[in-house]
Each structure stands twice: as C-alpha cells, then as structure tokens.
C-alpha cells in the first residue's frame, strides 16, 4: 500500500471508536493526529520527488530536442557543401535525438499529469487532516464533558444518601438549640443583673417615647386633638386633682380636730 493509501486508511477510520476504548482518548487522538502529520510530512516529500522527476523529464525533452535540431541544421550545412554522405549520417543522427525527444516528451507529459493528480490528492488529504483536527478537538470537548457530568452524578450519589441528610438535620437541631440558650442566657442576664429598678424606669422611658411618637403621628394624620388642646386638658386635670387632694387633707385635719376636743372634754367630765 502506498504512501497516500496509508493515509487514506488511516483518515477514514472511525475516530469515535477510541472513546470505548480502555486508553486514554485524547492521548490517543493526540498520537492519531501526529502520525497523521508525519505521514502527510512523507506524502509531501514522494510528491515533492515526483515534481523534481517532472522537471528533469521536462529538461531531457527539451535537449533531445535541441540536439535533433542541431544535427538537421548541420544535414543542411553537408547538402550545401555537396556532402550527401555526411547529410545522411547528420539525418541518422537526427533521427535518433528526435526519437529520444520524442520518448522524453511522452514520459513528460505522463509525469505532468501524475504529479497534478499527486497535488490534487496531497490537498485532499491536507484538508482531510485539518478536518480530523477539528474533529479531534469537537470529541475531547466531549470527552470532558462526559467526565464532568460523571462527576456531578457521582456527587449528587453521594448527597442522595440519607445518612448525609441525616448529618444536615442534626446539626441544625444542633444549632438551633445553640441558639435558644445563647438567647436564654442573653435574656437571663438583661433581668438580673445591674439595677433592676433602673432597668424598669428605662423601659418605661422607652414605652412613654413611643407613645408620644404614637400621639405625634395621629394629630398629623388629624386623627387627635391638638397637642395645645392636649396640654390645656392635661392641666385642668392636674388643678382637679391638686383641689381634691387639698380638700382631703383639711376634712382629714377637722376630723382630727374634732376628735381631741371630744376627748378632753370627757376628761374633763369624768374629773
């Protein structure tokens, strides 16, 4: 088999296969386009040979042919000169360089169209390898490709198992219940420590600003009575309660009153 039967084999085989096989694939595609380089590297040489053979073909027609010619100009030189004689061996001569030519032209013209033909196969099969380049690099994406979905099945396998579920669960009750005493403890220590009373007045401070934002908010929605309306009715209610509380404290002292002249007066009596 020759050199472009070789390649021609070797291009045409099924490059998917070597992915069921148990080698690597893209080193084995990597050696499969090497040898298809080094073989292309021949192919250009034979080729290369084959034109240089053209070329010397091409020159050996040409100087027959010169030489047929020459030995006819020379007949015609022996006929002028009355020679016949030496025009006969100058035309024998010629005959025989005109033949050579002739052969050489044949052979030539055969050469020619061989080494277009070789041309025409080597670009063919230059293409083909460019072709089973780009193909190489197309089943190498795959091939990555395969093993990164092999892996995340692989992975997903594993999260699949219910003992890592299990794990997931358990530390998050874990955790929760972290929470819930670092929150008891947080709450334990905000009501029993430091002032206790100071911490009440504080959180009474608190609601009371909130209420009065709460009070603030519904006389600007209109919702309230001014806040002077407000005051004013706060006031009248101080002044009622500052009057009962006075007139309280004069019928306690009446009373009081009252009842140590009682007593001295019995005293008095009973002496």
Do not use: C
């Not at 690099?137 to 990164?148: D, T």
């Not at 504080?202 to 009371?208: A, G, N, Q, S, Y």
């Not at 009070?215 to 001014?226: F, W």
Request: negative net charge.
């Amino acid at each position: 088999m020759g050199i472009f039967g070789r390649l021609a084999s070797l291009i045409k085989s099924n490059l998917n296969d070597l992915i069921s096989k148990s080698e690597d694939p893209e080193k084995m595609l990597n050696q499969v386009i090497l040898e298809m380089n080094t073989q292309l590297g021949e192919a250009k040489k034979q080729v290369a040979l084959s034109i240089a053979d053209e070329k010397r073909l091409a020159k050996q027609f040409e100087t027959e042919r010169a030489t047929a010619e020459e030995w006819e100009r020379k007949a015609m030189m022996a006929v002028r000169a009355g020679d016949d004689g030496l025009a006969k061996e100058a035309l024998l001569r010629q005959g025989e360089h005109g033949s050579l030519s002739a052969e050489f032209e044949r052979q030539w013209h055969k050469q020619k169209t061989a080494v277009e033909q070789l041309k025409t196969a080597l670009r063919t099969l230059n293409n083909k390898i460019e072709e089973a380049k780009r193909k190489k690099n197309v089943l190498v994406a795959r091939k990555k490709r395969a093993e990164a979905q092999k892996a995340i099945h692989e992975t997903m396998q594993g999260l699949s198992n219910d003992s890592a579920f299990e794990t997931f669960n358990r530390m998050e009750e874990k955790i929760v219940q972290m929470e819930a005493e670092a929150d008891a403890q947080t709450e334990v220590a905000e009501q029993y420590s430091g002032d206790a009373l100071a911490q009440r007045f504080k959180d009474l401070e608190t609601t009371k600003g909130a209420d009065m934002a709460l009070d603030e908010l519904k006389r600007k929605m209109g919702v309230a009575p001014p806040a002077t309306a407000t005051a004013q009715g706060s006031t009248n209610v101080r002044v009622s309660a500052e009057t009962t509380e006075a007139a309280e404290v004069e019928a306690s002292e009446e009373a009081e009153l009252e009842a140590a002249l009682s007593a001295a007066k019995a005293r008095r009596q009973n002496g």
